[in-house]
């Protein structure tokens, strides 16, 4: 019996036991990744508060260049230029705008920093393999070093026949969770102008502007 589990581990394809370490794994879909002249993606995010009982699931786009970056969502545009970020909430009228921080792990700041990063923030564990929606999935846990991070661990989940992120789960102290899933994504688009990826505060009208660069 034992040598049958042992011969059935060594002729799976991306037997985690036997071939690849957390780096590993992450180094593979960061190298896809960066090599991405631009990424296009769609996602959702789940919020559950499980203090609550409550559900809300909300729809995301991004569009990437580089360190550049712009997301939408329902009541938020966001957008980067690798060195300035702008933050408009439509709903308010009001954008906020800040410094990029390339070294932060929150998705809906620095969407494709947190796997393309060097991670030396967090601890890891490998997991192992999970399947949802019909697809093989590699799970990992991040546990942050700074204990004062408003989260318990992140978990990912990395579709590695694709090398694509599949989902990012932020598991929150507050019993408050954030899942964010990607459910399609293009590397095959036309180049962007550098302009997509700035705010043009003189196209809106009756807006508050609070700048924080200062």
Known sequence: ?????????????????????????????????????????????????TQQQTSELQYGKVLTKGKKFRMTTANLEFYCDSITQWQYLKQE???????????????????????????????????GKVMEDGIDLTEIDFYPRDLKTPYAYIRARIDEKRQMPYSIKYVGKDGV???????????????????????????YQDITIVDLRE
């Open 1 to 49: 019996m034992r040598k049958s589990i042992a011969v059935i581990l060594m002729l799976l394809p991306l037997s985690l036991v036997a071939r690849d370490s957390v780096d590993e794994i992450l180094n593979r879909l960061s190298k896809k990744i960066s090599s991405f002249k631009c990424l296009y993606f769609e996602y959702t995010v789940r919020t559950e508060d």
């Open 93 to 127: 009228k009001e954008v906020v705008i800040s410094l990029a921080d390339p070294e932060t792990d929150d998705f809906m700041v620095n969407p494709i920093g947190f796997i393309t990063g060097d991670r030396k923030n967090f601890k890891q564990s490998l997991k």
């Open 177 to 203: 969770h954030y899942t964010i899933k990607i459910n399609s994504h293009s590397a095959d688009i036309e180049l962007p102008n550098d302009s997509e990826f700035v705010f043009d505060v003189n196209k």
